[in-house]
C-alpha cells in the first residue's frame, strides 16, 4: 500500500496546484481534514472507458467526473481528432440528460471542443441518448459526446463518446484515444471557448429523429388496432418525455397515459430508490395507473431513454411483467415476421445481440433462417457489425439488459424507437385475437422455453475491486467441473480467446475482442456466465437454463422447474 499511498499524495498534490481553480484545491483541503478515506477514493486510480463509457460518481478527483476528468478527455480526443481528420473542418455534436450538472458538464465539453477549433451543435436542453445518436450521422459530424449515466444512482454522471457512424467508440479509436489522453496533463486543456464555433440546437433534430422513429418503428397496427390499444408510459424522471409521447402521437397512439408524478426530469429521481426500468419497483407507479385505465401495456424509460421495461397482460388479464430476454424474443420475432411477409428474407439478413443474452435468439433466428451474429457485452458491439458488415441488411438486435434497436437509423439501443414498436405489437397481436405475451409462450413452445436470470454483486471501493479480481481469478485457476449436478462440457474465456472443450479437451479460438468474461456451459444446455461490469461497481453471474414447452397450459408447471433449477445453481455457486 505504500506505492499506492504514494501515488494517491502526488495525485493530490498536483489538483492543488494553479492548474486547478480555488474551489477545488479546498474542497481537496476539506476532503484531507474530514474524510481522508473518501480522499484515497477519489484519487486511487483514473476513470476509465468501459462498455458504456466514462462514468463514475460526481466530485473532485481522478477517479471522479468533474470538469477536469471530462475536460482532459475532450482535450485527448479533440487531439486525436485533430489528426485523423487534417484539412476538414471537424464538427461534433453534444447531448446531455437530466443528471445534476449535465448542462454544466455539457457545456465544458463544448467549450473545450471551441477552444480547439471545432465546430459544436450543442442540443440547449436536455435529449434521449438514441436522438445524440441519430444526430451525429443527421450533420455529418466525426464524433458525438453525450452527458449521462444512464440508470446509475443521482450521485452519478458519464460521458459517452459516438463515432462518425453513430455508434459507440470501438477499437482501435478507443485505445487510440485513450493514448492521447493519458499522454496529457491536466495544464494542456484548453478550457477557454470560441463561442463563435458553438451552435445550439433543437427543433431542427427532434423533428426529424421522430418522424424517422415514427417509420422505423410502425409496421402492422392499423388505425383502429392502435385505437383499441391503452398504453401508459412513465419517464421516470428522464429524457424521453422531449421524444416518446410525440413519438406514440404521430404513430396514430391516443390511449397514452403518462404517469404525471414522474413526467417532470429531475436528477434526484424522488419517486424511485432507482431509475432503472430493470427493477420491477421503479415501475410500481405505472403499473398502478395501468390497473386505474385498464391499460394493455406498460412502459418505463431509463433517464437517457435507451433501454425500455414493460409489462403486458398474461393469459390471466393480469399485468405481467417480462424481463429483457422476454421483450427481445419478441420484438426479434415481430421483425423476422415483418420481413418474411411483407419484403421477403433474401438470406442476406441478420439480427443480433450479445454473449450474455438468451440463447434463443440463435434457435430464433435460425427458424427463420436468418443470420445470427453474437458479441461482447455492449451495443457499441452490435452498431459496429453494421459498420463491419455493410453488404448485409441489419433487422435489430438487442441486450438482456433492456436494450433493443429496431434498424439501422441510430446506431444505439433506442428507447425510442423500441417503445413505439412494443405498441405496435401489442395492438397487432390484440387485433388479432392473441397478445404479447401469448405470442411469447407460443413461440417457447416452438423454439424451446428459455429461462434468464440475474446475479449482480455490488462490490464498491478499492476492496470490491480486488474482489472481483480475485473472483475471478479463482474461477480461471478453478473452474467448476459441475454447476448444479451438472457436469460443465464447455469453457469459454474471452480474456484469453479460448473455448475449451471439457469432453474431447480440444481448445477453439474466440473471434471477438478479448474482455474479462467465464462462461460455462453444462451437458444440459444450461449456460452461466460471469462478468465484472464495465461501468459500475459490480460483478454479475448470468444463468440461462431451458425445457421443453409441450403446449401453453403447461406453462406453469414448465417455468417452476426451470426455476427450481436457477434457484439451485445460485445455491451451488453461492450467490444467495
Not at 478527483?61 to 480526443?77: A, C, D, E
Not at 428459455?450 to 480475485?470: C, P, T, W
Request: proline letters at 4%.
Amino acid at each position: 500500500m505504500q506505492v499506492v499511498a504514494s501515488e494517491i499524495n502526488k495525485r493530490v498534490s498536483e489538483w492543488q496546484t494553479d492548474t486547478f481553480d480555488k474551489k477545488t484545491q479546498e474542497e481537496i483541503e476539506n476532503l484531507k481534514n474530514t474524510n481522508p478515506e473518501e480522499l484515497t477514493e477519489s484519487f486511487y486510480k483514473d476513470l476509465e472507458f468501459g462498455t458504456g463509457g466514462m462514468r463514475g460518481v460526481m466530485g473532485i478527483g481522478t477517479n471522479r467526473i468533474n470538469k477536469y476528468t471530462l475536460g482532459k478527455s475532450t482535450q485527448g480526443l479533440s487531439n486525436y481528432l485533430q489528426t485523423q481528420f487534417t484539412g476538414e473542418e471537424i464538427k461534433a455534436v453534444i447531448a446531455y440528460d437530466c443528471r445534476h450538472n449535465s448542462d454544466t458538464l455539457a457545456q465544458i465539453v463544448a467549450d473545450v471542443f471551441s477552444a480547439n477549433g471545432i465546430k459544436v451543435f450543442l442540443f440547449s436542453s436536455l435529449r434521449p441518448t438514441p436522438e445524440l445518436s441519430f444526430a451525429v450521422k443527421e450533420l455529418d459530424c466525426h464524433c458525438g459526446i453525450v452527458l449521462t449515466a444512464s440508470h446509475n444512482p443521482p450521485e452519478y454522471n458519464g460521458y459517452k463518446v459516438y463515432w462518425q457512424d453513430g455508434g459507440q467508440l470501438v477499437p482501435p479509436q478507443d485505445g487510440e484515444i485513450i493514448t492521447e489522453i493519458n499522454a496529457l496533463q491536466y495544464s494542456d486543456i484548453k478550457f477557454q471557448a470560441n463561442t463563435s464555433l458553438i451552435k445550439k440546437i433543437d427543433s431542427e433534430i427532434d423533428s426529424v429523429f421522430i418522424d424517422q422513429s415514427v417509420k422505423n418503428g410502425s409496421f402492422a397496427a392499423d388505425q383502429e388496432a392502435k385505437d383499441n390499444t391503452t398504453i401508459v408510459f412513465t419517464s421516470l424522471h428522464g429524457t424521453s418525455i422531449t421524444a416518446v409521447p410525440e413519438t406514440l402521437k404521430k404513430a396514430g397512439y391516443q390511449n397514452v397515459h403518462i404517469v404525471k408524478e414522474q413526467e417532470v426530469p429531475d436528477g434526484n429521481f424522488p419517486t424511485v430508490k432507482s431509475p432503472n426500468p430493470e427493477e420491477p419497483e421503479a415501475l410500481a407507479m405505472a403499473m398502478q395507473l395501468a390497473k386505474e385505465v385498464n391499460a394493455d401495456i406498460v412502459i418505463g424509460t431509463d433517464p437517457d431513454c435507451d433501454r425500455l421495461g414493460i409489462a403486458v397482460r398474461n393469459t390471466k388479464g393480469e399485468l405481467q411483467l417480462l424481463n429483457g430476454n422476454q421483450t427481445m424474443i419478441v420484438m426479434t420475432w415481430f421483425l423476422l415476421e415483418h420481413y418474411k411477409n411483407k419484403k421477403g428474407l433474401s438470406g442476406n439478413e441478420f439480427v443480433a445481440s450479445t454473449i450474455v443474452s438468451t440463447p434463443m435468439m440463435r434457435s430464433l433466428s435460425n427458424a427463420y433462417g436468418v443470420e445470427y451474429k453474437e458479441v461482447l457485452t455492449g451495443f457499441k458491439w452490435i452498431a459496429k457489425l453494421i459498420k463491419d458488415f455493410p453488404e448485409k441488411h441489419f433487422i435489430g438486435g438487442g441486450e438482456e439488459s433492456f436494450g433493443f434497436m429496431v434498424g439501422d437509423f441510430v446506431r444505439d439501443k433506442d428507447a425510442v424507437t423500441s417503445t413505439l414498436l412494443a405498441c405496435e405489437i401489442v395492438a397487432f397481436t390484440k387485433s388479432k385475437g392473441s397478445s404479447f405475451y401469448t405470442t411469447l409462450l407460443d413461440l417457447y413452445v416452438k423454439h424451446g422455453f428459455y429461462k434468464e436470470n440475474l446475479v449482480s454483486l455490488v462490490k464498491k471501493g478499492i476492496d470490491g475491486a480486488a474482489e472481483i479480481k480475485k473472483t475471478m481469478i479463482d474461477l480461471r485457476n478453478n473452474p467448476p467441473k459441475f454447476i448444479n449436478e451438472e457436469k460443465v462440457v464447455l469453457i469459454e474465456d474471452y480474456q484469453t480467446s479460448i473455448a475449451t472443450n471439457i469432453q474431447d479437451h480440444t481448445e477453439k479460438s474466440i473471434d471477438v475482442p478479448k474482455s474479462n468474461v467465464l462462461i460455462f456451459y453444462t451437458e444440459e444446455g444450461s449456460k452461466i456466465a460471469a462478468r465484472p461490469s464495465g461501468t459500475e461497481p459490480k460483478i454479475k453471474f448470468y444463468m440461462s437454463v431451458q425445457g421443453t414447452l409441450t403446449t401453453i397450459d403447461d406453462f406453469e408447471n414448465t417455468q417452476q422447474q426451470l426455476d427450481d433449477k436457477i434457484v439451485a445453481i445460485k445455491k451451488d455457486l453461492n450467490l444467495t
